[in-house]
Nanobody, 122 residues
Framework: VQLQASGGGLVEPGGSLRLSCAASGMTLGYYAISWFRQAPGKEREGVYCMNFSNGRTYIADSVKGRFTMSRDSAKNTAYLQMNSLKPDDTAVYSC????????????????WGKGTQVTVSS
């Protein structure tokens, strides 16, 4: 099983990025997929979770109204669309999968992917 996050980069404040989480060896539709982020010197934060098996979601207040998750079943890939980016969104973003549903605990996941760096700066 492998999760691979990609799509990070440097973007100006107010800009957009779309992160991808490509899965292999598992079917995303059976899992809750989460995006966590960690900025230097800060604790890791779960920002978005979507349980693709029942549609339940968790969205952190810090990203509500700006970030959206989606999935392409044919590509077995989940996406995090990030709009109206702020410098505070700068962090390494990682995707995870949990069979038992959304959990805000990093250690409560079943699978973890390597992160992708997002930098919001002018």
């Amino acid at each position: 099983v492998q999760l691979q996050a990609s799509g990070g980069g440097l973007v100006e404040p107010g800009g957009s990025l779309r992160l991808s989480c490509a899965a292999s060896g598992m079917t995303l539709g059976y899992y809750a997929i989460s995006w966590f982020r960690q900025a230097p010197g800060k604790e890791r934060e779960g920002v978005y979770c979507m349980n693709f098996s029942n549609g339940r979601t968790y969205i952190a207040d810090s990203v509500k109204g700006r970030f959206t998750m989606s999935r392409d079943s044919a590509k077995n890939t989940a996406y995090l669309q990030m709009n109206s980016l702020k410098p505070d969104d700068t962090a390494v973003y990682s995707c995870t999968a949990a069979l038992m549903g959304c959990s805000r605990s990093w250690n409560g996941q079943d699978y973890w992917g390597k992160g992708t760096q997002v930098t919001v700066s002018s």
